[in-house]
């Protein structure tokens, strides 16, 4: 069992939007620190995920977020971010119909990532030149004099001046070690951290070899009607790609209620029931050469912290901190307030030896 110490270092947990924001923005405030990300998914991404082939040579699917959605409030608050994600051409317009989509409203802009949603994210952890750690799940947070320590499953540890957790709330409830006593003696945010829900859901991603031809105009449709599916989006005509080389692909994601009710089941289970429902909603869609599924135990976030405020601080000295769209809203911009917020309350609180 090892322990793996070093002064000025501040760790975050989650590779999602959240986490990598913070790591972004942490490095250009505090550039002499060591920034760490851990995370238990084998990827980055969070529930901003893309997934590729094995098999087929077709192009990858996003299996969480499909496209991004910047209403008004936030062009203006968040655009220097929405500017260098569309300069560096991680974000593009979204050029291609969205079938049954709802939002009408004239301000607000979508986009997609032409290289799938998770290239958000590693363009923020790129940024932030911070040292990476996946399948690493975090089962214990314990303080630790003036250190938060950090031990996984593998029984490994961590520690840090300061650490971030940008993890599903639920999670957070789950860990053990001192964490878990700071949040009973602090009644009235345990209540408002247990009152956190979200939505469940199962993604499954068809993946075809080159020579596939779909006959589908559309980039994305939402199957109001449908008992279980809820949105199908073709990726290559959602991100405005066309390349010969690459067969195409699909996603469709199952709606709330049928993830909730089915939320204890394998994904390999559900898979064949999930497809034998999209037959019924696109029967002319052919045998895929790879097929992925996914259960999104935590998907979007469906009543958020009281009072959003973006962040919590749990712990002052040492600092631990509680950030995520959970404490904001469910939104790539509701993860970058999360982040702000979070860097301002490390300003508030002097971090040792930073």
Known sequence: MMIKTAMERIGIVGAGMTGATVASLLRADYPGSKLVVLDKGRGVGGRMSTSRSMKANSFSVDMGAQYISISEPYKERHGRFHKELITAGVLAPLRSDIEGNKSRDPTVTHHVAPQGVSSIVKHFLNQSGAELHTSEQIIQVDVKGDKVELTTESGERYQFDSVVLTMPVPQILQLQGTIADIINSKPEIKQKLEQ????????????????????????????????CIRFVAIENIKRGLNNPKLGPSVVVHTNGPFGLEHLEQD??????????????????????????????RFSQVHK????????????????IVLAGDAFSRSTMDGCIESALCTKDALQKIPLHKV
């Not at 829900?197 to 109001?224: C, E, H």
């Not at 958020?304 to 600092?319: A, H, I, Q, T």
């Open 196 to 227: 956190v829900s979200y939505s469940a859901r199962f993604a499954v991603g068809l993946f075809y070899n080159p020579n596939t031809k779909l006959s589908y105009t559309w980039g994305g449709k939402y199957i109001p009607e449908d008992p």
């Open 267 to 296: 994904k390999n289970v559900m898979v064949p029931m999930i497809l034998q429902h999209l037959r019924d909603v696109l029967p002319e869609l052919p045998e895929p050469d790879e097929i992925k599924g996914h259960k999104w």
């Open 304 to 319: 958020p912290y009281e009072g959003s405020p973006g962040c919590v601080v749990l712990n002052e000295k040492p600092l």
